[in-house]
């Protein structure tokens, strides 16, 4: 089914060690972002990208790389696990420009221990 | 002060009443969105609009560019339409990075 598939959808990690965060989608959108979903907060954009080879920070890049080589995957990596990023986070994708709505990916809920 | 801000926080109705979710604003806009957020957290996008009116189903989702203001109405309200709604718009006018209101959670009892 066309749309955007994250995974995992649950992860535990220690202080310190390192995961990806996987992000692919199948409607060859331009524009991917990565969002964190915290309790009291509204979502906030982590970092994001408007096609292959580019990306740039969103509000809250601190911990977090990204990279785009395909249209398709937009992956999200945390480098050094810290407990504040424990969180759930969104993948979502869009065509470039404005006037377009985003889908989102399912979510990951991360716990960082 | 938030750039997007949501009212009321938390809304409790009984089913089929009419249910209104404010959403204002002052960062630039260009298209606005409105977003449900399901009890198991997936989040689904409703409407983008950039003037006057949308309507799918029983939902209607107005704007005022003047005022910068947006409502999300539901008529006839149902059980199945408890979840969290949000409002999103652009930082700057035209631009995608999206600013997210912290969402109005809806709870429709039978």
């Known amino acids: 089914n066309a749309g955007v598939t994250q995974t995992p959808k649950f992860q535990v990690l220690k202080t310190g060690q390192s995961m990806t965060l996987q992000c692919a989608q199948d409607m060859n959108h331009e524009y991917m972002s990565w969002y964190r979903q915290d309790p009291g907060m509204g979502l906030r954009l982590i970092h994001y990208?408007?096609?292959?080879?580019?990306?740039d920070q969103g509000e809250v890049p601190n911990g977090y790389n990204v990279s785009r080589s395909t249209t398709e995957d937009f992956p999200l990596r945390l480098l050094s696990a810290a407990p504040s990023q424990t969180s759930v986070y969104f993948c979502?994708?869009?065509?470039?420009?404005?006037?377009?709505?985003?889908?989102f990916g399912s979510g990951t809920r991360l716990t960082v221990v | 002060k938030n750039e997007v801000e949501q009212s009321p926080q938390n809304l409790t109705a009984q089913e089929g009443e009419f249910i209104t979710i404010n959403c204002s604003y002052s960062?630039?806009?260009?298209?606005l969105h409105w977003l449900q957020q399901h009890p198991g957290g997936g989040i689904v996008s409703l409407f983008m609009l950039s003037s006057g009116k949308k309507k799918h189903g029983r939902l209607i989702a107005t704007i005022n560019i003047q005022e910068k203001h947006s409502s999300l109405h539901i008529t006839a309200s149902h059980p199945r339409d408890s979840a969290v709604y949000i409002c999103a718009a652009p930082r700057i006018q035209g631009a995608q990075k999206l600013v997210f209101g912290q969402g109005t959670r809806l709870t429709i009892n039978p």
């Open positions: 960062v630039g806009i260009s298209a």
């Open positions: 990208s408007v096609g292959a080879g580019i990306t």
């Open positions: 979502a994708s869009s065509y470039e420009g404005y006037g377009y709505g985003y889908t």
